[in-house]
């Protein structure tokens, strides 16, 4: 037997990472931060995020104020790809500030963007 879900869960589900990315910005925009996001284009290959070298998996979404923020963003039910999860490590191993938000977490975004570094 399938559980139901409940109104908020639907709600979350249906969020999407456009979407989820716009609220975030939106709200590190409201707190002080500088954003930088890099935009997929079409291609004839299907979407493509231009990279170079070793960038396949970049996290979504890098904010600066007084100190720097590196975040994934996925949709409610997303997971991290190989590459991604990779580069989390990476900028974690380099004692970087790294987040996996989903819209679930918009409390925790909130907290962390509204915190400062003394």
């Known amino acids: 037997m399938t559980a139901r879900l ?23 925009h409201a707190f002080g931060w500088s954003v930088a996001y890099f935009r997929a284009g079409r291609t004839e290959h299907g ?16 904010l600066v104020r007084e100190r720097v923020i590196f975040a994934e963003l996925k949709r409610q039910t997303g ?29 925790e975004v909130i907290a962390v963007l509204r915190r400062y570094r003394t």
């Open 79 to 107: 997971e991290l790809e190989p590459a991604q999860e990779e580069w989390i490590l990476r900028l974690e191993g380099a004692c970087q500030e790294t987040y996996v938000w989903r819209p679930g977490d918009i409390d």
């Open 47 to 62: 979407w493509r995020t231009p990279v170079g070298a070793d960038g396949k998996g970049w996290p979504d979404l890098t």
């Open 6 to 28: 409940s109104a908020t869960e639907r709600a979350l589900r249906a969020i999407t990472e456009d979407e989820w990315r716009d609220q975030v910005t939106e709200a590190a």
